[in-house]
């Protein structure tokens, strides 16, 4: 596999940096074009295994470091602080890219996944350019959640005393001081991400991942949870695009897959066609990360695959 980096400009001041992975052996045609949007607190490098997998089956992989996240971040000191109006310069950063894929990559199908985070993010795409895309994949996600404005409102309280750059603590431990409840005795604060021991640890010894997010985070993220599920945006989204669903029955961001459930149930009274959703028995929140991974994989290629133009 080849692995490219490079950096587009977006007008932050600081680059965006993206991965691309693509198979060495060119004589075989892509099939087609998968964009990743990684997650809270992570990095698009993680993401490797699964391009490692989708490129020797014909396809080519793209994903970018986020605002405020690994290189695209600039610094250690800024890892958590995406900027004013972050979340929607993330989205603005992932349709940046999805045009620089099909200026490189004109004839094929594009493809858009999202995981955590990045589902949410592309929650928002599917009604911000849905035609930009053949179809869209969420990773660990979730629908409607309550108590998002009361999260946010300390967030603002936050941010006034302290600064929007200021690492938060108390929001973080408000979002995901409970994910482990589930999983006592626990043996670390990550252990809620996979059942894989050495995943985790991998997590936790990789210095972009893992770190606290600032007031101002939260209070865009907050925003945009509330902003993706409100009925006038969930109607733009095109009936004809494809949506394929994946997570895992324990996974706390998704409330235990009944998040999953409603958000899907929700797509289908809006008239969306073709919804594939998939829950793995005991399986967390990072299912290309869980111990069950290759299947995961395999059935995320073969829906890819069910979804390329004939």
Known sequence: MEQLTF?????????????????????????????????????????????RCLTACGYIVYA????????????????GWPGSNGFTGMAEDMLALGEIIKREQPALPLFLMGHSMGSFLTQKVMYMA?????????????????????????????????????????????????????FLPVRTPFDWLSRDQQEVDRYLQDPECGFLCSAGFFYD??????????????????????????????????????????????YEQLGLQDIEVRLYPEGRHEMLNEINRDEVTNHLRDWLERHLPE
């Open 64 to 79: 970018n470091d986020h605002r405020g996240h690994g290189r695209t971040a600039g610094s250690p000191k800024e890892l």
């Open 221 to 266: 993220f907050f925003g945009l949870l509330q902003e993706i599920h409100q009925p006038q945006n969930m109607q733009k989204i095109p009936k004809h695009k494809p949506v394929y669903i994946f997570g895992g029955e324990l996974d706390p961001v998704g409330l235990n897959g009944e998040g999953v459930r409603r958000l899907a149930e929700l």
């Open 130 to 182: 849905p035609e930009s895309y053949s179809g869209f994949i969420l990773s660990g996600t979730n629908g409607p959640r309550s108590l998002l404005t009361l999260g946010k409102s300390l967030a603002r309280m936050q941010s006034r005393l302290q600064g929007a750059s200021h690492r938060s603590l108390l929001l973080n431990a408000m979002t995901f001081g409970g994910f482990n409840r589930k």
């Open 7 to 51: 950096t587009f400009d977006n007008g932050t001041g600081h680059d965006v940096f993206v991965y691309r992975w693509r198979s060495e052996d060119l004589k075989s045609p892509p099939a087609g074009v998968l964009q990743i949007a990684h997650g809270m607190a992570e990095t698009a490098k993680r993401y490797e295994r699964l391009a």
